[in-house]
């Protein structure tokens, strides 16, 4: 049993560079699985999520992209009426009902009894609990938050995907506080980061605390609305913070993870926001057309305007 932590206290579309916002990032097996579902054929779905296994990320990443387009649902039904045991097409409903209800075409309610269906069905999956917090994330209140992010970890502690949505939800607490070091997501993350193998990309996580909370802070007015000019990414703490992300990287890279595109993303920016040019091209380069959304958004951007004037200005200077 892991250790407890510390108390709890935008779309696809291609600019010039080529980048496209699109959550599959670089997984084009996920990718065919998914057009071929849009499009009612299943299987590819269910050959996809057997060969994934009990890789616990990559599931939650496929299962969480295959739920997304409107028609996934009625799909996940669909296979469920011939294999009703199935927990892939258990799970898959759960995530599609998810993102209906985030969309506000599905009540809540629905989408959280399919998840508990899904779970019950594969009791050591955590991809059910992480379909919830999801849920929670936006509509759930704080208790219900730390307890189904409790239920991921007990089943993966170093879940990528919920330790993401624990920081986003943390550092919206406290809202306008203004520069906050001592603000608990930051608790939150050293916690996660320090508690993850030396190989976990958990270790970018302090960064993206330090990205959510300037998004807050923004958002509220307690820092300027262009994060290149704030103060936020040039403080002690920030650049201790991102020294080591940095670092991590240059050492282990985790290039396998299938969300690590989404952590260079995170970590390009909070580079290009501290000034050191070089090293977010490097990234920049790394990530290539899999550009995402957060944090370039942050805190309320046009992400791919920001993305390629970043990226333009770091390859120049580079």
């Known amino acids: 049993m892991p250790p407890p932590p510390p108390p709890l206290g935008r779309r696809r579309r291609a600019g010039r560079s080529g980048q496209s916002f699109d959550p599959a990032l670089d997984d084009s097996e996920l990718l065919a699985a998914r057009g071929q579902l849009t499009q009612g054929?299943?299987?590819a779905a269910r050959s996809l999520l057997t060969a994934t296994g009990d890789d616990w990320d990559?599931?939650?990443?496929?299962?969480?992209?295959?739920?997304?387009?409107?028609?996934?649902?009625?799909?996940?039904?669909?296979?469920?009426?011939?294999?009703p045991d199935s927990a892939d097409a258990a799970a898959l409903l759960a995530c599609a009902e998810v993102r209906a209800a985030l969309r506000g075409k599905e009540r809540p309610e629905s989408a959280r009894a399919a998840c508990l269906v899904a779970a019950g069905l594969a009791p050591h999956d955590p991809t059910p609990w992480l379909a919830q917090l999801l849920l929670a994330r936006t509509?759930?209140?704080?208790e219900e938050v730390v307890r189904l992010f409790d239920e991921v970890r007990v089943r993966h502690p170093e879940h990528h995907h919920a330790h993401h949505l624990m920081a986003a939800r943390l550092a919206e607490r406290h809202a306008a506080a203004g520069q906050d070091p001592l603000h608990e997501v930051y608790d939150f993350a050293s916690w996660a980061a320090e508690q993850a193998p030396a190989d976990s990309p958990l270790a970018v996580l302090p960064v993206v605390a330090h990205a959510e909370r300037y998004r807050?802070?923004?958002?509220?007015?307690?820092?300027?609305?262009?994060?290149?000019?704030?103060?936020?990414?040039?403080?002690?703490?920030?650049?201790?913070?991102?020294?080591?992300?940095?670092?991590w990287w240059l050492e282990w890279e985790g290039e396998d993870h299938p969300r690590n595109r989404l952590d260079l993303n995170f970590l390009a920016h909070a580079k290009y926001c501290e000034g050191r040019s070089a090293e977010a091209a490097a990234l920049f380069h790394r990530i290539g057309p899999h550009a995402t959304p957060d944090p370039w958004s942050y805190p309320d951007r046009d992400p791919h305007h920001a993305f390629q004037a970043a990226r333009d200005a770091a390859l120049g200077s580079a």
Request: glycine fraction near 10%; avoid cysteine; charge should be positive.
């Open 139 to 142: 509509l759930g209140t704080e």
């Open 216 to 247: 807050v802070l923004a958002a509220a007015g307690s820092e300027p609305a262009d994060p290149a000019a704030s103060g936020h990414w040039t403080g002690r703490r920030a650049r201790q913070v991102m020294k080591a992300a940095f670092d």
């Open 41 to 43: 054929r299943w299987s």
């Open 58 to 83: 990559r599931r939650g990443h496929r299962l969480v992209v295959l739920g997304e387009p409107p028609s996934s649902a009625a799909w996940a039904r669909d296979w469920l009426l011939t294999e």
